[in-house]
Nanobody, 113 residues
Framework: AQFVESGGGLVQPGGSLRLSCAAS????????MRWYRQAPGKERELVAG????????DYADSAKGRFTISRDNSKNTVYLQMNSLKPEDTAVYYC???????WGQGTQVTVSS
């Protein structure tokens, strides 16, 4: 399995970003997909998950009401729309399939004025 995350960058507090993750090497439409993040000096944490056909989603408390996960099985891609960003959202963001142990390089999100 391979994952290529993109869409990160520097944004001011209150701003928005849309992350994308292109997956390959496995049957994308057969797996729950998740977004994770890792801030400096902290462990990687789960941010959001989405079911196989996208009908069910779940979020960490820190993401509820601000982030939206979605997927396009025709493009083997999962997205994370992030609104109302806060400095504490600063981290490297990764996607992975449920139970996956191989990670991509992630995409850096920095929220700062």
């Amino acid at each position: 399995a391979q994952f290529v995350e993109s869409g990160g960058g520097l944004v001011q507090p209150g701003g928005s970003l849309r992350l994308s993750c292109a997956a390959s090497g496995f049957t994308f439409s057969s797996y729950v997909m998740r977004w994770y993040r890792q801030a400096p000096g902290k462990e990687r944490e789960l941010v959001a998950g989405i079911s196989i056909i996208g009908g069910s989603t779940d979020y960490a408390d820190s993401a509820k009401g601000r982030f939206t996960i979605s997927r396009d099985n025709s493009k083997n891609t999962v997205y994370l729309q992030m609104n109302s960003l806060k400095p504490e959202d600063t981290a490297v963001y990764y996607c992975n399939r449920a139970g996956g142990t191989l990670w991509g390089q992630g995409t850096q999100v920095t929220v700062s004025s």
